[in-house]
């Protein structure tokens, strides 16, 4: 386990001392959030937000892990009666779906990273392309202006 926290704090002591000041490139931040947990935000140097969505992900792979492990701790203490053997084993059930649910909430909130780094890395200049779009508002028309 050490061996993992010691790799996951390379990564991202790599990432802040490669943090550029041009513009980031979306898909290159979309497949850093994807591959590791954070890695798009810290990319688009977004850090308290990419710290929060590795803590996040490592939350609910964390949970997942803990009832997987419950679940197979009880999977071998199935009631059995004389004339039938019975699969129920609430313990069991609760781990099973706990898990299922926890899987399904990892998956959400990495699709969801993905998408929030490559839309921030899409908008890393819109404030200073504002200013190159107006409106124009008359009497008896609307106008839209775009400068290059």
């Known amino acids: 386990m050490k061996r993992y926290i010691i790799i996951i704090m390379l990564v991202l002591m790599s990432l802040f001392c490669y943090a550029e000041e041009k513009a ?4 290159k931040a979309a497949s850093l ?5 954070g890695g798009g935000q810290v990319y688009n140097q977004s850090y308290l937000k990419g710290g929060v969505v590795f803590l ?12 997987h492990n419950e679940m197979k701790r009880f999977e071998g203490k199935r009631n059995i009666s004389d ?15 706990r898990r ?13 990273s993905v998408a929030d780094a490559y839309v921030d890395a899409s908008l890393w200049d ?18 839209l202006s775009l400068r290059f």
């Not at 959030?33 to 947990?37: G, T």
């Not at 004339?83 to 779906?97: A, S, T």
């Not at 299922?100 to 969801?112: A, E, F, P």
């Open 83 to 97: 004339e039938d053997y019975e699969l129920y084993n609430p313990d069991y059930e609760f781990n099973y779906y």
């Open 24 to 27: 980031p490139v979306p898909w």
């Open 126 to 143: 819109f404030e200073a392309n504002k200013s190159k779009i107006h409106l124009n508002l008359g009497k008896d028309n609307i106008g």
């Open 33 to 37: 959030s994807f591959i590791f947990p």
């Open 100 to 112: 299922n649910s926890y899987y399904w909430w990892l998956g959400l909130s990495v699709i969801l």
């Open 56 to 67: 996040t992900e490592a939350t609910f792979f964390g949970m997942s892990v803990y009832h």
